[in-house]
């Protein structure tokens, strides 16, 4: 336990001490974005690459305190290097990624073939992959090719998910945090500490950046930040999601698996399956950028930035709170549905209510 504190100390003490220096290197460099395009809602130039300090954080932290081996048998010792060679590889594919459209831009095609080539790799040779459904609509296991197909779907969409909704000062951050703390927490009481030891030094280093992402920003994480956190929070779904139950304790085995993690990344999910729909629907790129986010509904409706992310804050926390009802809902389809109709509830507070007549700030 307390190299999970340290963990979690020293992520944030490294994004904390250090991005005041990267703001003034990329000031110096001109490393910013600057709001020439009408979609954009910042009004000045503001720095793109925080996403460096994320990543460097949140690897330095784990690789300095986690001890691989404690409590574990051989065979899973091998199996935790392996994985955490092949996250390290994978990581560093999407980083660079980010950090190339951060600076010049990259073509959607181009990110979406880096998004695949990452899932293939954790998918086919690191074997992190979804092979159960938990028993949402009475399915439990899944063929092979229906777990690789399923599982390469769900990388693509949660990293592109975290990307999307990077678009308001300190919104990808925080609910990116709030999943780290969910996730962290339910592997320290499953006694899983190395993949808490992932979760708390990305909600470290996270927290420490928020502190000069939160509105007005500092900085922006760009796709550097986004696409890893999207990254290390879809591997961290999918190792909880395939977790042996007989390890669980008496609580966590009767709380829904798929329920508990959908509800920690029900935010990015809703707002990337909506908007994908709306511009199916009008005949759009998928990938086409605009204003029609839940969190620019919420600024037009005259909502401060930092007073709409608190609110999808709000909604992540009460969203996994809920699903911690699973413990009373023997049908895990029924508990799936509680998680979706709790963000339903929340769409319609957002989009169906009257608004105010306000401007985007």
Known sequence: MLELILVYLTSFGVALYVTPALIRVAILKRLTDVPAEERKIHKRSVPTVGGIIIYAATIFSFSLWYKVGDGMEYADIYKSIEEFKLIIATSLVLFFVGVKDDIIGTAAVKKLFAHILVALILVLIGDIRITSLHGIFGVWGIPYWGSVFLSLFTYVVVVNAFNLIDGVDGLAAGVGMIACWAFGIWFVFAGNYSLAALAFSLAGALLGFLVFN????????????????????????????????????????????????????????????????????????????????????????????????????????????????????????????????????????????????????
């Open 214 to 361: 939160f509105a007005p920003a500092k900085i922006f994480m760009g796709d550097s930040g986004s696409l890893i956190i999207g990254l290390f929070i879809c591997i961290l779904a999918i190792k909880l999601l395939e977790y042996p139950v007989e390890k669980l304790d008496k609580f966590w085995v009767h709380v829904s698996k798929p329920m508990f993690v959908i509800a920690a990344v029900i935010y990015p999910l809703l707002d990337t399956l909506r908007i994908f729909i709306i511009r199916a629907v009008k005949g759009q790129s998928p990938f086409a950028a605009d204003k029609n986010h839940i969190h620019h509904h919420l600024l037009m409706r005259g909502y401060s930035h930092a007073k709409t992310v608190v609110i999808v804050y709000l909604f992540t926390i009460i969203t996994i709170a809920g699903s911690l009802t699973g413990y009373f809902i023997l049908d895990a389809t029924v508990g799936l549905a509680v998680v979706i109709a709790i963000a339903l509830v929340f769409l319609f507070l957002v989009l169906v209510l009257k608004r105010k007549h306000a401007k985007v700030s």
